[in-house]
T-cell receptor, first 112, second 115 residues
């Protein structure tokens, strides 16, 4: 499986934008870049995904580098509720295997 | 319900007993995943189903672990002769039709404690 690398932790002030980086230098042409987050004592929840173009939804934006070897999840205005572990995942299909492989993620702390 | 449902939400069992954990995926979702998460750790993949078949069982940690899915819907994860190291939160997720361009929806998990 292609691997992703994320910082272990980040801090941000409330109501400011947050940029969460992810490196995936071994990404293949068919890998989709997915982001999930896990709030304390919750199951993971989907945030956003993309292939090549930047993506926006109601939760966040995803900026994908032109060579696709890195991406950045952008929370435009962090709230206390955004404190969570954020996972960057590459999703591909390999001989019918569609598992989502979670790394260690980035623990985001929001400072009031 | 609208989401992935797991039961029980909490289970305490004695070492050596068998346990069954249940997952009800979102209706119509063909892909189903089991993960476990030990305290303070990341998510460990266990098994993936597409319909009733399991093309990937690579994550099952030992032959004490098994899972089945019937009717392309409900799945049961069974742990035989439970050990203390099996204590963890067991998470189930489902995804529509599988594939790279879809999102997965997670349940709230079953917290298993082996005493």
């Amino acid at each position: 499986d292609a691997k992703t690398t994320q910082p272990n932790s980040m801090e941000s002030n409330e109501e400011e934008p947050v940029h969460l980086p992810c490196n995936h230098s071994t990404i293949s042409g068919t890998d989709y870049i997915h982001w999930y987050r896990q709030l304390p004592s919750q199951g993971p929840e989907y945030v956003i995904h993309g292939l090549t173009s930047n993506v926006n939804n109601r939760m966040a934006s995803l900026a994908i580098a032109e060579d696709r070897k890195s991406s950045t999840l952008i929370l435009h205005r962090a709230t206390l509720r955004d404190a969570a572990v954020y996972y960057c995942i590459l999703r591909d299909v390999d001989f019918g295997n569609e598992k989502l492989t979670f790394g260690t993620g980035t623990r985001l702390t929001i400072i009031p | 319900g609208a989401g992935v449902s797991q039961s029980p939400s909490n289970k305490v069992t004695e070492k050596g007993k068998d346990v069954e954990l249940r997952c009800d995926p979102i209706s119509g979702h063909t892909a189903l995943y089991w993960y476990r998460q030990s305290l303070g750790q990341g998510l460990e993949f266990l098994i993936y189903f597409q319909g009733n078949s399991a093309p990937d069982k690579s994550g099952l940690p030992s032959d004490r672990f098994s899972a089945e899915r019937t009717g392309g819907s409900v799945s049961t994860l069974t742990i035989q002769r439970t050990q203390q190291e099996d204590s963890a939160v067991y998470l189930c997720a489902s995804s529509p039709q599988g594939g790279m361009n879809t999102e997965a929806f997670f349940g709230q998990g079953t917290r298993l404690t082996v005493v």
